[in-house]
């Protein structure tokens, strides 16, 4: 069974804070991706990672960045932190695979509160 | 470009009804379909899939069609369990797509009584 970790369930971290949220995924897989998921909006995707050191920005990058230094590593850094990221944030990856369709996997969530 | 329309929630049912949750999709080429289910308190998890036309996904008694000519891939079961109760989303990988990026609808919240 494909395992994503993330570091932490909850977190409390005060405006203005640089904010790490980390995950790890114990299946090789190629593609990883951070979510912040919010009630009435849905999930949305904030940035992703098709391979080691590189990265693309998904629908609402701003104010977030990220780091994948090692494959199975996917790390999502709040620069500095504001109230309007407080949410949910879910990490999955996936294996690309020959038609580029295969599942996403998902982590557990870090719910993250930002006082 | 690529969007995916399921059925406002939130949806209440009896323990032992049938449940039908519906979801359209507009996309590129020819998308592979899921359902993800999210459970209080947990990250998502894949129900079923279907990757091509007429394709029918199932697991845990649930089951959808990926109906081309409708571009619908609805969600179903028989008997639904008071376990059963969480959030239901419904995602596409559109044909062509790079990195496997999902396209998911805004989810549809059920819940179950005894």
């Known amino acids: 069974d494909v395992k994503v970790t993330q570091s932490s369930r909850y977190l409390v971290k005060r405006t203005g804070e640089k904010v790490f949220l980390e995950c790890v995924q114990d299946m090789d897989h190629e593609n990883m991706f951070w979510y912040r998921q919010d009630p009435g909006l849905g999930l949305r995707l904030i940035y992703f990672s098709y391979d080691v050191k590189m990265k693309e920005k998904g629908d609402i990058p701003e104010g977030y960045s990220v780091s994948r230094e090692k494959k199975e590593r996917f790390s999502l850094i709040l620069e500095s932190a504001s109230t309007n990221q407080t949410s949910m944030y879910l990490c999955?990856?996936?294996?690309?695979?020959?038609?580029?369709?295969?599942?996403?996997?998902f982590g557990d969530g870090t719910r993250l509160s930002i006082l | 470009g690529n969007s995916v329309t399921q059925m406002e929630g939130p949806v209440t049912l009896s323990e032992e009804a049938f449940l039908t949750i519906n979801c359209t999709y507009t996309a590129t080429g020819y998308p592979s379909l899921f359902w993800y289910v999210q459970y209080p308190g947990e990250g998502l998890q894949l129900l079923l899939k279907a990757t091509k036309a007429d394709d029918k996904g199932s697991n845990k008694g649930f089951e959808a069609t990926y109906r081309k000519e409708t571009t619908s891939f609805h969600l179903e079961k028989g008997s639904v369990q008071v376990s059963d109760s969480a959030v239901y989303f419904c995602a596409l990988i559109a044909g062509g797509t790079s990195y496997g990026k999902l396209t998911f609808g805004q989810g549809t919240i059920l819940t179950v009584h005894p």
């Open positions: 999955a990856s996936s294996y690309t695979g020959a038609l580029g369709n295969q599942p996403q996997h």
